[in-house]
């Protein structure tokens, strides 16, 4: 096994070179797949199409606001559209997804106000959206430990005995190539298997960990960590919506009827900064960046809409206006995005009273107050 | 001498410990081709090589477990976390082994292993990138604990610490990393790596801080000059061993003294500083020991950290508070 096996460079041995899942071409042409059959509309492939470009514009948006001080940071999902809307479209209203700090196509699949995204960047909250309604859980910062989280609640359904009926359930983990290292992820992989439980491990690599390219974290190809585990392992073209799609889909539906975890490797890559304080020219070569971009997961829906006559100049132009008009609410709302107060800070710590903490928040209120008394002719202590 | 950040003159220190002993290792995230993401490191890779500056796997508990090996075979490891609030997947580690393989040994075995952590706010950051956890590690038996909070200091206590044949725990201010100072790299004439610094001499009052907060206190003792009161700051520089002849003696002489970190004051490091003063200086002390710090509740989103973290109005306030007793 080489090196460059781990990426799939081209230049692999065929039979060294990992099985990439993928039913359509960077260059638009559908390829079928024995164990993928995806039987798409017209209107489905347009509704993917809106989905990817929409997120990409918010995602732009976001960047912009950054660099004019309005957010204090922002993780750029820019390359990675395609394995988050496959994957997101993928999930019925029972599942349960745990998504990282870069899940905003996601996020959008599962009807989070990309706003409230916005706030937690810029500073207003930690989170902000209820993950029940959504079944999109809060955005983890912390590498990996939302595999084991995501472990539990499938362990959880298991419990409920909703499996193989109506009502049944999968919940799905998003994490990096960087977090496979992690303990906690290694540990969800064994819970998660032992217990057979419903999960979809779904793994984008985007062959870069901040400035740590795969070769840091592994040396084989991660969908293959899966056997070592006692559950299958797959690796899909990230960049492929409908292979993403086909392949979440399938997983998921194993893990509802009781079948266990799956591996899902996206593989991608990242094609801005790791976030907006990042400078990937300190680390990676602009050649691998330019590569990428021929394999760009929008243009490829564009060009098998184009090719196959499904879609026509006004429909690309209809889209681009809709995003455009949502990038323009998201900045104003952005701008007007009011500051948390500062007793805020004291919310939501526990549920049940805390006289001490109460104690701390009443004399920080005080202190507060004491500059806004009105001047007297004492003076104010 | 040359002027230097503080970042720059951690940069400058690990470079002479590297130079000056081939057994020094720097590991951790990003370390390598980036120089890490404050660029603390930025340069060893290149001229020390890949297996001196190690990218290592995204995995702390990993990071510093395998330090802890390297350092059994005679290395000596200096890890980096890449932010405080990623140091918790290594806690096993540093506790349970780290702290106490050399009391195991009895004696035997020698940990010299430095852990730097990136501490403290106020660089407008998402969760867990402004955290203070510096009482887990006082309180943990068999770590020496120290922060620097200047570019002279950082540039010593790094090369003191990569020394020391004992494990420690190295805090960095992180929004301090771009304050500049004159530091002269040739000279190694240092103060003890454990001493606490009178770093502006006072009558009324002692504030005592470490790390971030140390520039707020003496900004809080330029503005109470100005109102006629003299606060007497002093850096810990270490918080365990605890250099407190230092912090008696002045108190002994002010009979006031206030505390001041980023950390929670519910059990933070100044329960215990208020805690000995009062044993120490009990006759002495005209008021009891003050405490300005974080609140009883998790780092608060970016827009009202400004709130939690210590300000000059508080370190104020608590200083007009020592005289009403
Ligand atoms: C436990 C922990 N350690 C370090 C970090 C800092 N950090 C944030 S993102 C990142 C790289 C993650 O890489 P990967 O898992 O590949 O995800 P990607 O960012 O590429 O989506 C690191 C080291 C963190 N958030 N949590
Ligand atoms: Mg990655």
Redesign the interface.
């Known amino acids: 096994m080489t090196i460059d096996s781990v990426r799939g460079a081209p230049d692999t041995p065929e039979l060294d070179r990992p099985e990439l899942i993928q039913l359509l071409t960077p260059e638009g042409e559908r390829v079928e797949h024995p164990d993928y059959p995806l039987d798409l509309s017209a209107e489905d492939v347009r509704d993917l199409y809106r989905d990817l470009v929409i997120v990409r514009r918010i995602d732009l948006e976001a960047v912009a606001l950054t660099r004019q001080g309005e957010l ?2 922002w993780a750029s999902l820019l390359g990675q559209e395609a394995a988050q809307i496959g994957s997101g479209r993928a999930l019925n209203d029972h599942d349960m997804a745990f998504p990282t ?1 870069r899940e905003h196509g996601v996020a959008y699949c599962r009807n989070v106000e990309p706003l409230t995204l916005l706030g ?7 989170g902000g959206w209820d993950p029940k309604e959504h079944g999109f859980h809060l955005y983890t ?3 990996g430990s939302q595999t084991l989280h995501a472990t539990g609640y499938a362990m959880g359904i298991q419990r409920d005995g909703v499996l193989g009926t109506p009502s049944a359930a999968a919940t799905i983990a998003y994490f990096g190539d ?2 496979t ?4 992820v290694n540990e969800a992989f064994v819970f998660a298997s032992v217990s057979n439980a419903p999960i979809v491990f779904f793994c984008q690599n985007n062959q870069w ?4 390219p795969l070769e ?2 592994t040396r084989i190809p991660l969908y293959k960590r899966a056997q070592g585990f006692g559950f299958p392992g797959l690796r899909v073209d990230g960049n492929d919506v409908f292979a993403c799609l086909a392949v979440t889909r399938k997983a998921l539906e194993n893990a509802r009827t009781g079948q266990g975890p799956t591996l899902i490797e996206a593989f991608t890559y990242r094609m801005g900064a790791h976030t907006t ?2 400078d990937p020219t ?2 990676r070569l602009k050649a691998e960046e330019e590569s990428w971009k021929l394999k760009d997961p929008i243009e490829r829906v564009k060009a098998y809409l184009v090719r196959n006559d499904l879609a026509d100049a006004g429909f690309f132009e209809k889209v681009e206006d809709v995003a455009t008009q949502m990038a323009k609410e998201l900045r104003e709302g952005c701008r007007s995005m009011p ?2 107060e ?1 007793l ?3 919310e939501n ?1 526990y549920a049940d009273e ?1 006289p ?2 109460t104690e ?2 009443e004399q ?1 209120a005080a ?1 507060l107050a004491s500059f806004e008394e009105p001047a007297s002719g004492e003076e104010a ?1 | 001498m040359s002027t230097l950040t503080l970042g720059k003159a951690l940069n400058e220190g690990l470079r002479k410990a590297m130079e000056n002993d081939p057994k020094v290792l720097v590991m951790g ?2 370390v ?4 890490g ?1 404050f660029r603390i490191t930025d340069g060893l890779q290149k001229d020390f090589g890949e297996e001196r500056v190690i ?5 702390e ?2 990071i510093v477990g395998t330090a802890i090996g390297l350092a059994l075979r005679g290395y000596r490891p200096v890890v980096e976390i890449q932010f405080d ?2 140091v ?2 290594a806690a096993d580690q540093i506790i349970t082994q780290l702290a106490k393989m050399r009391m195991r040994s009895l004696g035997k075995l020698s940990l010299p292993v430095v852990i730097r952590i990136p501490c403290g706010g106020g660089i ?5 990138h402004s955290e203070s956890p510096e009482a887990y590690f006082t309180h943990t038996a068999g770590l020496r604990v120290v922060a620097c909070s200047n570019p002279v200091d950082a540039f010593a206590m790094i090369q003191q610490s990569i020394a020391s044949p004992d494990p420690v725990i190295f805090f960095e201010p992180k929004r301090r990393y771009w304050e500049k100072a004159e530091v002269d790299t040739d000279s190694a004439d240092w103060a003890p790596l454990h001493s606490a610094q009178v770093v502006r001499p006072g009558e009324h009052v002692t504030v005592l801080a470490y790390g971030p907060a140390v520039k707020t206190c003496l900004e809080a003792a330029s503005a109470a000059a100005e109102e006629g009161r003299s606060l007497e700051v002093i850096d810990l520089r270490s918080l365990n061993p605890l250099d407190i002849e230092t912090v008696t003696k002045s108190v002994n002489r002010t009979g006031r003294c206030v505390v001041v970190h980023e950390a929670p004051v ?1 059990n933070g490091y100044g329960a215990e500083l208020a805690a000995r003063i009062t044993e120490k200086c009990f006759y002495r002390l005209e008021s009891p020991v003050l405490r300005v710090g974080g ?4 780092y ?6 400004d ?2 973290l210590p300000d000059l109005d ?1 370190i104020l ?1 608590a200083a ?1 508070r020592t005289f009403a007793w």
């Open positions: 204090g940071l700090y937690l960047f810029r500073g207003v909250s930690h910062v912390v590498i960087g977090a290292s992690q303990g906690d960990a901040i400035s740590e840091r974290q304080t990042d300190r680390y500051d948390p500062p805020a800070m004291f710590v805390h001490m903490m701390e928040q920080f202190y202590k | 995230e990003d390598g081709k980036l120089g993401v990218d290592t796997p995204l995995a508990s990993g609030g990623f918790f997947p407008g950051a998402v969760e867990h519910f609140f009883s509740a998790p608060p989103p970016s827009r009202n950290e709130h939690y508080r306030d007009d």
